[in-house]
């Protein structure tokens, strides 16, 4: 055995994270690790990774003790992670983020040159291409996991921990990190890879623990089991996998986008002169790979970006013109891509977020004041409504699990009881029982004649939930098609802009 | 072990930031324990005497809580800032203006008692308050750093100060002193100790922090504000408007700088003069970073800080110390409290463990 994890405790104020968790990891192998939001697996890996102590338990390296202190003890012991949520400097070129903490030097100063040649080597032994040179900022998510991933095998990781690391990927980037997994495999390395998505730890892992509550509740060998059976160790019931929904007759006009032209913010144009509507009932999904154009779409509708020209309407009303809170009062709610920054402040506490946009509202204001008891009724509804794993609505948003971060969110936008919601990745780290409610609420949602601008790059999401599928592409609607008249070979030729392609 | 699953979270965790007040605090006094040691002197001398200057007569406490009012003023200024995520480096000017402006309406104006010093307060609070919006208004519409213009803000503030009270000056008052009239009694805060300083302003000081506090926890706007503080880009999306939370609370926290120079202006020297702040205003951001931006830390923390103030002179009197060892103290208290934003996990998981062993 090369790895194992015995009888882990860990708690959190409130919570027991971990409760005598086992865990054993053999050499070069690919380990599932499968669980609700909040079963407790990044707290594991932060055990691990030397990021977190045990209240109890141990660790053994091929049979020996190890105690971590941090992270450098671990990486000393071969063990690296990428975190579920970066942490890379933007500003830092991959060179310099890539050094970080481990410079290489020449007498006291950094020897660039030799970093630069580091990171190439690096990248060329594990087919890992980036540009040494780019900032952090102006690449791709997924390259900047494979910066992380560059980073920790630089470090001498043996095993490298992937915490959910799909989840912010497009579909052909998830190909390309399971070819770099599969090349890691075979160079020896060994790794626990965490996800949500059952295809995922059917299509690339050897072995999966799956957790719930804290504790193991199954070790099987992958291809022993099926899809339905590892989703029922993990929920303790029956998931339904696949959308049912039925046929519903859209109504009117609901949102209608006219010529829409937009900028990002370093002045280049985003959106070419859209059009489309969103009518009464009907889930529009906008199918693109990442960066077509999607994020300044969903920050001119909801007021956060200017546009250059064109209009929107919302139920006959122009709101082209009103700010965010006006939109938002108007009858517009946004669940934003990115959870962490748009969508919560960490460190506020559970009910302040729930209260964000309603704070103006009855029955929270009076007068000037905030009526914290509504807000904490409030508040105790939504965490039941929603299934957030909380210990409280007094903790802060912080310590909630990813996931358990999403569904207060979600909570917070589907309450507004908007007359058009707009949903960008709307169960990105959701467990697949939480992301079955949530697909139910949106198409309940649609069923009450309210519309859904459904913004993802998860193919099967949009296939599944959409009445109306557009596929953007550099700024342009390239195609429209009517629910189950696509397919997502289709699509995928047209979001990767049919021949013109991407490299 | 499901038990253990359903507690509630830990009340102990409240003490947290208390321990963290204490701790810092200690390892400053102990750090500088070594430092007078080092430097010769018996630190049991020096403390003793600090302590003796601050508590032990009745004159010598009233001193310190007349140094500790201004200093629960500006701490509350500073938090207040911190809390919108923004940095008033300038509450020296804005107590210097504040003073000014409440001396002019105080000695220039006849009026009824219960009109006159509310309104003289009012205009200390009014003139600090633009003097912080203006700052608020640059960064929020220009991006100009708060820390550059409110430190660029003191100096315009200094020279005009000096200049009123001037040979000549507007301000001046008709005698050889670079002073201003005085305050007329009418506009004065009474004293409220007999054969001390004191004035009632430590009360308003008090009542200030209540309302600061109930501001910041229970009011819409200061709900927005620590949104802007914490998140600008997650209370944007929510449709709060960051640049003019900024200039708001730039502009309470001016308001609070102001009324501590109107607060020392109309209660202890009843007139003004260019130099009537020690500095409270540059302690005030020790105050309120030891005071964890909390107005009940504040309040603790200015006190602290009012007791190295008047202790020291004591201390320097008696035990021949020379003062600027509470300079280094301060500095070993902030050193200290930022330090120990390190320990806080670490104090987190102790309270847990102990918490989880009280349970069984
Ligand atoms: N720093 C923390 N402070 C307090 N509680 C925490 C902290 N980190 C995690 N928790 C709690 O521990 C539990 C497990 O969280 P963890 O992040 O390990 O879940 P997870 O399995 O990774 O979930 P997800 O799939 O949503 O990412 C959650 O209930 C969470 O609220
Ligand atoms: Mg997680």
């Known amino acids: 055995m090369y790895l194992e994890m015995k009888n882990i405790v860990r708690r959190f104020p409130g919570v027991l994270a971990n409760d005598h968790i086992c865990l054993e990891i053999e050499k070069g192998e690919i380990h599932g690790l499968l669980g609700e939001n909040g079963a407790g697996k990044t707290t594991l890996m932060n055990v691990l990774c030397g990021l977190a102590r045990p209240d109890e338990g141990e660790i053994l390296i091929d049979g020996m003790k190890v105690e971590f202190g941090n992270c450098l003890d671990a990486i000393k012991c071969g063990i690296g992670m990428v975190h579920q949520h970066f942490m890379l400097v933007p500003v830092f070129t991959v060179t310099e983020n890539f050094i970080l903490g481990n410079e290489p030097r020449k007498g006291a100063r950094i020897d660039t040159a030799r970093a630069r040649e580091m990171v190439l080597e690096l990248s060329e032994k594990h087919g890992l291409k980036v540009d040494p040179d780019a900032l952090i900022k102006d690449i791709s998510v997924g390259m900047q996991q494979r910066v992380e991933i560059l980073k920790a095998l630089s470090r001498g990781a043996e095993l490298m921990i992937l915490d959910e690391p799909t989840a912010v990927l497009t579909p052909q980037e998830v190909e390309d990190l399971y070819r770099i997994m599969r090349s890691l495999q075979e160079a020896g390395h060994t790794i626990i890879f965490i996800t949500h998505k059952l295809q995922e730890i059917k299509e690339i892992t050897d072995r999966v623990t799956v957790l719930r509550d804290g504790r193991v509740v199954g070790i099987v060998r992958t291809k022993d089991v099926e899809q339905v059976e590892l989703a029922r160790m993990m929920v303790g019931r029956d998931v339904v996998l696949r959308v049912e929904k039925d046929q519903h007759a859209p109504g009117e006009v609901m949102m209608s986008v006219k010529d829409l032209r937009a900028n990002d913010s370093r002045g280049l144009t985003k959106l070419k002169d859209i059009t489309f509507d969103v009518r009464a009932g009907e889930i529009v999904g906008i199918a693109g790979v990442a960066g077509n154009g999607q994020e300044e779409l969903v920050e001119v509708l909801t007021g956060l970006r200017k546009q250059e020209s064109g209009s929107i309407t919302l139920d006959m009303q122009d709101i082209s013109q009103l700010n965010p809170r006006e939109r938002m009062y108007a009858g517009l709610a946004h669940i934003p891509q990115d959870r962490q920054r748009r969508g919560l402040v960490m460190n506020f506490s559970l009910v302040d977020n729930f209260l964000l946009g309603y704070e103006d509202l009855k029955p929270f204001a009076r007068g000037p004041m905030l009526d914290y008891r509504e807000a904490e009724k409030f508040a105790s509804k939504l965490i039941k409504m929603f299934d957030v794993r909380t210990p409280g609505s007094q903790i802060l948003a912080r310590t909630l699990s990813g996931g358990n971060q999403q569904k207060a969110i979600l909570a917070r936008e589907f309450q507004r009881d908007p007359k058009l919601l707009i949903a960008a990745q709307p169960t990105r780290g959701l467990d697949v029982a939480a992301i079955e409610f949530i697909h139910n609420e949106l198409i309940k949602f649609r069923d009450q004649d309210k519309a859904v601008l459904l913004i993802s790059m998860e193919l099967t999401e949009i296939l599944d939930l959409s009445d109306r599928i557009l596929v953007i592409y550099e700024g342009e609607i390239v195609g429209e098609f009517k629910s189950g008249q696509a397919t997502p070979e289709q699509l995928g030729l047209l979001m990767a802009g049919s021949k013109k392609g991407q490299m | ?360």
């Not at chain 2, 499901?2 to 965790?13: D, I, M, Q, V, Y």
């Not at chain 2, 105080?106 to 700052?135: D, K, Q, S």
């Open chain 2, 1 to 360: 072990m499901e038990n253990e699953k359903n507690r509630k979270t830990s009340p102990l965790l409240a003490l947290i930031s208390p321990t963290q007040f204490i701790l810092g605090v200690l390892l400053a006094f102990i750090a500088g324990a070594v430092f007078l040691w080092v430097f010769g002197e018996s630190p049991a001398d020096a403390y003793g005497a600090l302590f003796k200057g601050a508590f032990s007569s009745k004159r010598y406490f009233a001193e310190t809580l007349l140094s500790t009012t201004p200093l629960i003023f500006g701490g509350l200024a500073v938090a207040l800032g911190f809390r919108c995520g923004l940095f008033n480096m300038g509450v020296e000017g804005q107590i210097v203006l504040g003073g000014m402006a409440a001396a002019y309406v105080g000695y220039a104006w006849e009026l009824p008692l219960l009109i006159h010093l509310p309104l003289a307060l009012l205009a200390g609070a009014v003139a600090g308050g633009i003097w912080g919006a203006i700052p608020g208004y640059l960064k929020a519409k220009h991006r100009i750093h708060e820390v550059i213009t409110t430190i660029m803000l003191n100096y315009i503030v200094f020279q005009v100060a000096a200049y009123m009270i001037a040979v000549g000056g507007p301000m001046k008052a008709d005698n050889e002193l670079p002073v201003s009239p005085d305050v007329l009694p009418t506009a004065q805060l009474a004293r409220i100790w007999e054969g001390t300083r004191l004035s009632g302003g430590i009360f308003i000081a008090l009542i200030f922090a209540v309302l600061v506090w109930v501001f910041l926890f229970k009011t819409r706007l200061g709900y927005k504000m620590r949104a802007v503080g914490l998140n600008s880009s997650a209370a944007e999306f929510a449709g709060i408007k960051p640049g003019r939370m900024m200039v708001w609370a730039m502009f309470l926290s001016g308001a609070l700088g102001g009324l501590a120079g109107a607060v020392e202006v109309l209660g202890v020297h009843y007139k003004f003069y260019s130099t009537f702040s020690p500095g409270y205003g540059w302690d005030a951001i020790a105050v309120a970073l030891l005071g964890l931006n909390h107005p009940v830390g504040v309040v603790a923390s200015a006190f602290l800080f009012g007791v190295l103030r008047s202790g020291s002179i004591t201390m320097q009197a008696i035990a021949q110390i020379s003062k600027d060892i509470v300079l280094i103290l301060s500095a070993l208290i902030i050193f200290f409290t930022a330090t120990n934003q390190t320990l806080r996990p670490i104090l987190e998981r102790l309270t847990l463990r102990l918490d989880t062993r009280r349970a069984k």
